[in-house]
């Protein structure tokens, strides 16, 4: 089914590990997003793409960096996890703004 | 800068009952407006959007109306289920030094009982 396909579904880091969250969209969007979704704090931007080889900074972009070699695909990475990141992760995508795709997210535990 | 307000939850509602969730917004421009739904463990689905003024956008029985005047987008609902239970995010997208950024509400949770 064509959507927004993240990878994995959860995952327990140790504080200080690293690990990559990939997005990957089969629609040709040129926009992509990362979110993480907290109790109470609804959706917060972390970084974004306008396109392929480009990122840009969101709401909350310390503690993570993001790739975006390829169009269909969005990279989110920890370096150095912490607690604080424990959180729900989405991705999302967009063409020009219309709607946007969601993935079904990535629950990520840091202990 | 663009920003969202919904009403808080949760909502709780009999089966059968009518259902409206307020929505306002702030933005620069004309921006597109969307209803999201989130179940359980699940990510965002589109529930319904409008792209301009006085536009109604309906699914599954929910709609909402693009009111620029009172820059309002409400969800409403007739006859609520309990399948509906769910949280409900209303967003924008406006076009913002060139990118489009979407803006999201805090979300409302909606609880139908039998």
């Known amino acids: 089914n064509a959507g927004v396909t993240q990878t994995p579904k959860f995952r327990v880091l140790k504080t200080g590990q690293s690990m990559t969250l990939l997005c990957a969209q089969d629609m040709n969007h040129e926009y992509m997003y990362w979110y993480r979704q907290d109790p109470g704090m609804g959706l917060r931007l972390i970084h974004y793409?306008?396109?392929?080889?480009?990122?840009a900074k969101g709401e909350v972009p310390d503690g993570y960096n993001v790739s975006r070699l390829k169009k269909q695909n969005f990279l989110l990475g920890l370096e150095s996890a912490a607690p604080s990141q424990t959180s729900v992760y989405f991705c999302?995508?967009?063409?020009?703004?219309?709607?946007?795709?969601f993935g079904s997210g990535t629950r990520l535990t840091v202990v | 800068g663009n920003s969202v307000t919904q009403m808080e939850g949760p909502v709780t509602l009999s089966e059968e009952a009518f259902l409206t969730i307020n929505c306002t917004y702030t933005?620069?421009?004309?921006?597109?407006l969307f209803w999201y739904v989130q179940y359980p463990g699940e990510g965002l689905q589109l529930l319904l959007k409008?792209?301009?003024?006085?536009d109604k956008g309906s699914n599954k029985g929910f709609e909402a109306t693009y009111r620029k005047e009172t820059t309002s987008f409400h969800l409403e609902k007739g006859s609520v289920q309990v399948s509906d239970s769910a949280v409900y995010f209303c967003?924008?997208?406006?076009?913002?030094?060139?990118?489009?950024?979407?803006?999201f509400g805090r979300g409302t949770s909606l609880i139908v009982h039998p």
């Open positions: 933005a620069t421009g004309y921006p597109s």
């Open positions: 793409s306008v396109g392929e080889g480009t990122t």
């Open positions: 967003a924008l997208s406006a076009p913002s030094g060139g990118s489009y950024i979407p803006t």
């Open positions: 409008a792209t301009k003024a006085d």
């Open positions: 999302a995508s967009s063409y020009l703004g219309i709607g946007y795709t």
